[in-house]
Structure formats: C-alpha cells, structure tokens
C-alpha cells in the first residue's frame, strides 16, 4: 500500500510561485510514475505534470514554461514549482501515483493524496 502527503498549498499573487511537496511513503516496484493533477469545480481533473521513475516528464500545455516537476529519490518525495501563477491555475492540486508510464487519465492512477488548495489572486 503506498501512501501520498500533499503540501505546500497557499494564497500566492498572481506572477507569485509556490512549490508543492507530495511525499510518498510505502513500497513502490518497479517502472511507476507520479503525477500532479488539478481541479476545479464543475470540472474534470487535469494532468499538469508528472513524471516517470526513468526520468521522462510531462507537461499540460498551460503550464509549460512555468511549472516543474521533480524528485528526490532518497526522500520519496515528488515536487511541483509553480512559477508565474496565474488567476487560472487556481484549483485543488493532487498528486497521484500508477505504476508504469504517465497517463492523462485519472483512472489510471492508483493512489492519491489528499490534495492541497491553490488560490491565485488577480
């Protein structure tokens, strides 16, 4: 059983940052790859990035050029830097894990956090 920890949501300005944290705890095997989705109400769940245990990532049109992520295998921990927010970005970020390569389709993920709100002022 694998177990995700978000944080570092927040209140930021727009053109402000934030970084997120989604740390993992449990045994994963393997090929397996970690995402970070996002949403709004009314909304389905979007894949903004992720990132595969072999190293490839992935980035939503929206957010390339101004999100990162990354990951320290020693921690567990999977991160997402979030540069020049926009009103847009705001939303409940998740992180999600699968085994094998990403996928932009939630159900294809096999564990979630809990989540962390962003809210971008104008």
């Known amino acids: 059983q694998v177990q995700l920890v978000e944080s570092g949501g927040g209140l930021v300005q727009a053109g402000g940052s934030l970084r997120l944290s989604c740390a993992a705890s449990?045994?994963?095997?393997?090929?397996?790859?970690m995402g970070w989705f996002r949403q709004v109400p009314g909304k389905e769940r979007e894949l903004v990035a992720a990132?595969?245990?072999?190293?490839?990532?992935y980035y939503a049109e929206s957010v390339k050029g101004r999100f990162t992520i990354s990951k320290d295998n020693a921690k567990n921990t999977v991160y997402l830097q979030m540069n020049s927010l926009k009103p847009e970005d705001t939303a409940v970020f998740s992180c999600?894990?699968?085994?094998?390569?990403?996928?932009?389709?939630?159900?294809?993920?096999?564990?979630w956090g809990q989540g962390t709100q962003v809210t971008v002022s104008s």
């Open positions: 999600a894990l699968r085994q094998g390569i990403y996928s932009e389709r939630p159900a294809h993920y096999d564990y």
């Open positions: 449990g045994r994963t095997f393997g090929s397996y790859s």
């Open positions: 990132i595969w245990s072999g190293g490839s990532t």
